[in-house]
């Protein structure tokens, strides 16, 4: 039972576009929602979280958009250059209210690739 | 700081054979994981350990065995490799951070082929 399911599985979008990245999860006790970023040959790297009290998030050219009611959420690339290029994975994680987590749950991974 | 190492980077086993995938952190995290990476698959949790001497099951635990002797070390075993434990393993830490939310950092990651 896969409990984040990711869309699309690649994307290209010409420079400048607007990449759009969908996921929805299925368990309600998730509480803590990240993006990881991934280059060939490297390891993923932590692009922007959100937790569910907010139902949006900006860092940089980059945007979290959260529904709770709908158990989705979506990652938005403004301004899009090649170099965000690489595979883009969504995750979904338990937090503890005495400061503990669970480990992670991903998405199976959207390849984009931005066209110059 | 060099943050989160793995060793090896690559490795060729036959079928049957074991062995040890070691990861490294110097960021004093209480938490760290080990995860397999399959095409189209994502990243699927394996085991993972809140603290020395702990060690949990994740989604993928079968076939494999973990320890957490020091803090800053966290090992993966493979007691008899099968082919379907080919695959690009990452190691992560983390210091969950109650609503700042819990940033995992990635290895490398050491890529297993078993033949």
């Known amino acids: 039972q896969q409990q984040v399911k990711q869309s699309p599985q690649s994307l290209i979008v010409q420079k400048g576009g607007i990449p759009i990245i969908n996921c929805a999860y299925e368990?309600?006790?998730?509480?803590?929602f990240p993006w990881y970023q991934q280059f060939p040959g490297k390891g993923p790297a932590l692009l922007i979280a959100?937790?569910?009290?907010?139902s949006e998030k900006k860092e940089g050219r980059f945007t979290i958009s959260f529904n709770k009611s709908a158990k989705q959420f979506s990652l938005h690339i403004m301004d899009s250059q090649p170099g965000d290029s690489a595979t883009y994975f969504c995750?979904?994680?338990?937090?503890?209210?005495?400061?503990?987590?669970?480990?992670?749950?991903f998405g199976k991974g959207t390849h984009l690739i931005i066209q110059p | 700081n060099a943050g989160v190492t793995q060793t090896p980077k690559f490795r060729v086993l036959k079928t049957g054979q074991s062995m040890t995938l070691l990861c490294a952190q110097d960021?004093?995290?209480?938490?760290m994981y080990w995860y397999r990476q399959d095409p189209g698959m994502g990243l699927r949790l394996i085991h993972y350990?809140?603290?020395?001497?702990?060690?949990a099951k994740g989604e993928v635990p079968d076939g494999y065995n973990v320890s957490r002797l020091k803090k800053q070390n966290f090992l993966l075993g493979l007691e008899s490799a099968a082919p379907s434990q080919t695959s690009v393993y990452f190691c992560?830490?983390?210091?969950?951070?109650?609503?700042?939310?819990?940033?995992?950092?990635f290895g490398p990651g050491t890529r297993l082929t078993v033949l």
């Open positions: 960021m004093n995290h209480e938490y």
């Open positions: 368990n309600t006790a998730f509480d803590y």
């Open positions: 992560a830490s983390s210091y969950p951070r109650g609503g700042l939310g819990n940033e995992q950092f």
């Open positions: 350990s809140v603290g020395e001497g702990t060690t």
């Open positions: 995750a979904a994680s338990i937090m503890y209210s005495g400061g503990g987590a669970d480990g992670l749950t």
């Open positions: 959100i937790r569910p009290d907010v």
